[in-house]
């Protein structure tokens, strides 16, 4: 790992340069996996060093996301680590020297809240680094906040902004699975997932889903309170559940919001499969119904997607 890498860096090392090395073997079906590769990036880093990157050159070493499905995903750390993942920055060795208060700023961003657009106009902000001007000039009205830039300590979701269902600025709060809102919202998660296979027109090969049990359920609770966050519209409550479904014993979990007022549900974008659902949805290729229909024969199509 990282040979290929290595040959790019020595060919073009005379020349500013870029270059993304994307690794998921290891872990992508299998959290454990990536202790079979620690030796492999110990080589990388040492190399890096022994070629003496680290001296004009960035490095960010970072996940995509955490473990998408699996008993650890069900569990109240595994939605942490899918929405969270790591993010290392190692700047060059005279960059503290160079740009003392960017350096300064990407120190005390440490632990705040941040995301992959702030990453991508940081990415940009190395490009200007002796042109502040024009980089703020340019990218004035794009989405996220360089690092290099202070970032208010009572950044919230909303302003960021994330989708709820990737917002962990919210605590839970467990609410009892028997609650009628809750028992409710999860009917109406779903009705949204069998209507999702009627509006693709796949009744004939996907199984009607009933509800089989609510194993988890609470109340989203702001963690950050700021005077310039948007206050819920109407009382709403954030419910996050979690269920499982028949005949394919799929583990799913939705986000909704309950408005008090009107007693209407709305829910998220997003309604995740936490566990493993092998062949049961080979018998399509929508992305969207991948774990959401179970097939109700064997014949199946071939398709490239994975769980």
Partial sequence: MGHNFLQFQKVYQDQPWWGHLHQTVSS???ITGITAVEDDYLSLFKEIKKRKLDENTFIFFHSDHGSRYGPYRQRYAGRYE??????????PKDFRQKFPSHFENMKSNFNKLTTFFDIHKTLNHI?????DKDFNIKFKHKRGVSLFSPITGTRTCESTPLKPEDCLCKIPKNVSANDPIVKTAALVALTYMNNLIKS???SDLCSKLTLGAITDASVLIEAIKSSTAEKPKDLNQRYLITFKVLPSNGTFEAMLDYSKSTKKYILSEGIERINKYGSQSDCVVERKLRGICFCKTSNKITSKANT
Avoid: A, C, S, T
């Fill in 28 to 30: 992508h079906g299998d």
């Fill in 82 to 91: 899918e929405h969270l993942p790591f993010m290392i920055i190692v700047p």
């Fill in 127 to 131: 490009l200007n680094l002796y042109n």
């Fill in 200 to 202: 693709h027109k796949k």
